[in-house]
């Protein structure tokens, strides 16, 4: 987006050209994008760890030992009731937005290792966008910079002389 060297219908602002006011308007949309793009990578970060949760989960706590024992069963985020596994060779797999699947223990660990894999692949996206979009925010400071530094060199350029 933020370019020295804006070329014809490439999509890019020659930003060297734009007065100090837009240049800080850019700078605000920049750092608003920024953010956005920062809060988006954490989300999918946080993802990531949950279904790293649930690989850890399944790997730790279903054998036929555990079909025996009383369990604490999530209701809500902070609710947990008492109860007792039925079956150690299938899960219920939440493939989003409230559906839940059965899988049984193989389908459920590939199901998450997709997940985690593809996210993943997100985030290392991701990375390359909010780094390119934090070097345009650099960019766009220095030319302010420069641009300011030049502006009060002018003006003690023309009270000396």
């Not at 850019?26 to 946080?46: A, G, I, N, P, V």
Request: proline share 4%.
């Amino acid at each position: 987006m933020a370019s020295k060297q804006g070329q014809p219908g490439s999509g890019q602002i020659d930003v060297t050209q734009l007065p100090v006011p837009q240049l800080q308007e850019l700078k605000t949309q920049l750092d608003r994008e920024l953010e956005h793009l920062t809060t988006s990578f954490q989300s999918l970060r946080t993802a990531q760890a949950k279904f790293r949760d649930c690989l850890a989960s399944i790997a730790t706590g279903l054998s036929s030992s555990t079909a025996e024992k009383t369990l604490l069963v999530p209701l809500t985020s902070s609710l947990y009731v008492p109860g007792k596994l039925t079956d150690h060779e299938h899960v219920l797999v939440d493939v989003g937005t409230g559906f839940f699947v059965e899988k049984d223990i193989p389908g459920a660990k590939d199901f998450y290792e997709r997940k985690v894999k593809d996210l993943q692949d997100s985030l290392r996206d991701l990375e390359g966008v909010v780094n390119s979009k934090a070097q345009n925010v650099r960019v766009v400071e220095e030319v302010i910079r420069l641009k300011v530094m030049n502006a009060q060199e002018q003006e003690s350029k023309n009270k000396s002389g």
